[in-house]
């Protein structure tokens, strides 16, 4: 029959446990960082999807950083496919948009992309992680609370009506941390 300290032995081996697979957030030196601009304006670009060939995703924050940690994929020439609504990279001589890159921790390239709407995209107003890779990275973000402001996941449907000369956003659909 177990003991009351066998009990509390196994008890606190498994809180040490758990306590393990809550690991801290690497150290920014740890990360190699991309910085996608508009070749325009050198503000960075929200939203751009950069893909390896082996089909991982990024996507650039609201500042247009990727904090990039990939076991496996550091300290190597690596291909990132580039893509994003409004903007272009240039092709390559295959006809491949994208560009290699050495992930090398605690270093930054900086990927100009070329804007082909008349509006520059600015940052995301909705969702989690806004500023999530800056963050990352130790760099600042313009808000308050860059990782969750406004407790909102995101939100699929937008309406926007014009009221005493006035234009107003409905959001609707929200999608909150505590309910769908």
């Known amino acids: 029959m177990p003991t009351r300290l066998s009990i509390l032995s196994a008890l606190l081996l498994g809180l040490q446990l758990c306590a393990l697979g809550q690991a801290e957030p690497p150290p920014p030196s740890a990360l190699f960082a991309i910085r996608v601009v508009d070749a325009e304006t050198g503000r960075g670009v929200p939203l751009v999807e950069l893909e390896t060939v082996n089909h991982l995703r990024f996507y650039t924050d609201s500042n247009g950083t990727v904090a990039f940690r990939e076991p496996g994929l550091m300290n190597r020439q690596i291909f990132f496919h580039l893509r994003s609504h409004g903007y272009e990279y240039p092709k390559d001589d295959f006809g491949y948009r994208g560009v290699r890159l050495k992930t090398t921790p605690g270093t930054e390239e900086v990927l100009k992309l070329k804007r082909l709407n008349i509006a520059e995209r600015l940052y995301r107003v909705t969702g989690a992680g806004i500023y999530r890779d ?37 959001w609707g659909d929200t999608n909150r941390p505590s309910y769908p």
């Open 134 to 170: 800056s963050r990352l990275l130790g760099r600042s973000a313009p808000i308050e609370q860059p990782l969750l402001n406004g407790m909102v996941f995101g939100s699929d449907s937008v309406v926007t009506a014009v009221y005493r000369g006035k234009l107003h956003w409905f």
